[in-house]
T-cell receptor
Framework: DAGVIQSPRHEVTEMGQEVTLRCKPI?????LFWYRQTMMRGLELLIY????????DSGMPEDRFSAKMPNASFSTLKIQPSEPRDSAVYFC??????????FGPGTRLLVL | TQLLEQSPQFLSIQEGENLTVYCNSS?????LQWYRQEPGEGPVLLVT?????EVKKLKRLTFQFGDARKDSSLHITAAQPGDTGLYLC???????????FGAGTQVVVTP
């Protein structure tokens, strides 16, 4: 298996623009997690899904952030409008029955 | 919410030295995982400890789970530059499958 795939790997955008991050989990995994990592706040859980259903989105910073999982093999995290404080590394991870988490390589987002 | 404390926050050592990092909580865990995140990559699972007092070895890395299952340590013997990374601990997920990671210990091993 190729592991968790995230795209793009790097994104530079201007404040106010819409940003869409994509994730393909490991085939057969039933949990999918979105994290944000910064030096100041560490690794923060934003939202996670079980069998494509959002379970807990309490970590989503505000209404500018939204996430979807239309099927078992694809998820998106959208920021609209983006702000400079959203600059961070965004990780997607998947797991089977909530055991070991397998992380993707991350998307490095810079909002100017 | 379980409060996890990892210490130290940052550790810089020379190649060949030993180091120990800690993961502590006031809560009792049924298991605990250690992950390592190398620069530019996502975290990768190193080990899962499940029994109080358990010691697991992974080459030069020794993981210990406290007898009371509230704390854990990771000891690296003769550190190498390849050990550089962010070491994160995480207890078992809650009943809803939610993971919680500690803030991590950043380890830098210089040649």
């Amino acid at each position: 298996d190729a592991g968790v795939i995230q795209s793009p790997r790097h994104e530079v955008t201007e404040m106010g623009q819409e940003v869409t991050l994509r994730c393909k989990p490991i085939s057969g995994h039933d949990y999918l997690f979105w994290y944000r990592q910064t030096m100041m706040r560490g690794l923060e859980l934003l939202i996670y899904f079980n069998n494509n259903v959002p379970i807990d989105d309490s970590g989503m910073p505000e209404d500018r952030f939204s996430a979807k999982m239309p099927n078992a093999s694809f998820s998106t995290l959208k920021i609209q409008p983006s702000e400079p404080r959203d600059s961070a590394v965004y990780f997607c991870a998947s797991s089977l029955s909530s055991l070991t988490q397998y992380f993707g390589p991350g998307t490095r987002l810079l909002v100017l | 919410t379980q409060l996890l404390e990892q210490s130290p926050q940052f550790l810089s050592i020379q190649e060949g030295e030993n180091l120990t990092v800690y993961c502590n909580s006031s809560s009792v865990f049924s298991s605990l995982q250690w992950y390592r995140q190398e620069p530019g990559e996502g975290p990768v699972l190193l080990v899962t400890v499940v029994t109080g007092g358990e010691v697991k070895k992974l080459k030069r890395l020794t993981f210990q789970f406290g007898d009371a299952r509230k704390d854990s340590s990771l000891h690296i013997t003769a550190a190498q530059p390849g050990d550089t990374g962010l070491y994160l601990c995480a207890p078992e997920p809650d009943s809803w499958g939610k993971f919680q990671f500690g803030a991590g210990t950043q380890v830098v091993v210089t040649p």
